[in-house]
């Protein structure tokens, strides 16, 4: 694998390649979520010659005034060793000088009915930085296809609306969720999480599970509506404050959009998702389920 510094010998690493690479773009600090995503991207390459390239950037432009860029593990010594093991041919790892060599001042601002709901909401700015630094990185590694996490789920859609909308020629692939044995999802936040916080932090993803096998159980009652969604909703919110977690949502929406579904497309089987976000303690874990 080559550890690359710079964006001239990324170009040169690219071009010398027989075929377009395959690119997961990460912030490092990696985890088993994200060597998953490596290996789907070895798949996605196969026998063509597309080089696998994974970067690792902590990006500055995605960070609120109070959270933590400055605190951010930055490992990227024992990073390059997991992705070469899961079959990365091209670890691009710049400088923040290197990438923003001078102020950001051109972004990318995604549309406020997507960017600005869910996290967005909570982390306002957030997508226009996600957005600017992912353009970015596809200007410079000219990849043909992409892999994000679905545990990013907003973030996975708003990427892929903005190659729809701006024309890339980018085929974006969306890894399925990695989780521990007790289903608590893979994220490098978890790390943050003392031994208790730990063993409690697993309720996030069985408050999800509890919105699924209701949802499931009035759509097969035929009574799946708006009210019963939101009863839902508050019902998931309310366990989660008595356990001791500052929830800031768990919504149901429809998987295309993000927004709410009708009562009609309710009745109709439009298919669903649950986001939650929440801290416990000083720690913020996102995740989402399918429904």
């Not at 969604?229 to 929830?247: F, H, I, K, N, Q």
Request: aromatic share 6%.
């Amino acid at each position: 694998m080559k550890l690359i510094h710079t964006i001239a010998d990324l170009r040169a690493a690219t071009a010398a390649a027989p075929a377009a690479p395959v690119f997961v773009p990460t912030m490092g600090n990696l985890h088993e979520g994200h060597l998953a995503l490596i290996r789907r991207a070895r798949e996605l390459a196969g026998d063509s010659g597309s080089p696998v390239v994974a970067s690792v950037f902590v990006n500055r432009l995605q960070f609120g005034p109070n959270e933590d860029f400055d605190t951010y593990p930055r490992t990227l010594e024992r990073d390059a060793e997991l992705l070469k093991g899961a079959g990365c041919d091209i670890l691009f790892a710049p400088s923040e000088a290197e990438l923003y060599p001078e102020p950001q001042g051109y972004k990318v601002v995604p549309p406020a009915e997507l960017a600005d709901i869910l996290e967005g909401a909570f982390r306002p700015g957030f997508f226009t930085g996600v957005c600017t630094v992912v353009h970015k990185l596809f200007n410079l590694v000219q990849p043909r296809a992409a892999v994000f996490g679905k545990k990013d789920y907003q973030q996975l859609m708003v990427i892929r609306n903005m190659v729809r909308q701006m024309g890339l020629p980018i085929e974006i692939v969306g890894g399925e969720t990695l989780r521990a044995e007790d289903g608590l999802a893979l994220s490098s936040r978890n790390g943050y999480l003392s031994a208790d916080e730990r063993a409690e932090a697993v309720q996030l993803s069985a408050a999800l599970r509890t919105v699924q096998a209701a949802v499931a159980e009035a759509r097969g009652a035929g009574r799946l509506d708006g009210t019963a969604v939101m009863a839902l909703e508050d019902a998931a919110m309310a366990s989660l404050r008595t356990r001791g977690w500052a929830p800031d949502y768990v919504l149901v929406r429809r998987q295309r959009d993000l927004l709410p579904a009708t009562d009609a497309e309710l009745v109709a089987g439009e298919p669903l998702v649950c986001l939650t976000a929440a801290k416990l303690g000083k720690t913020r874990l996102i995740d989402n389920l399918e429904l």
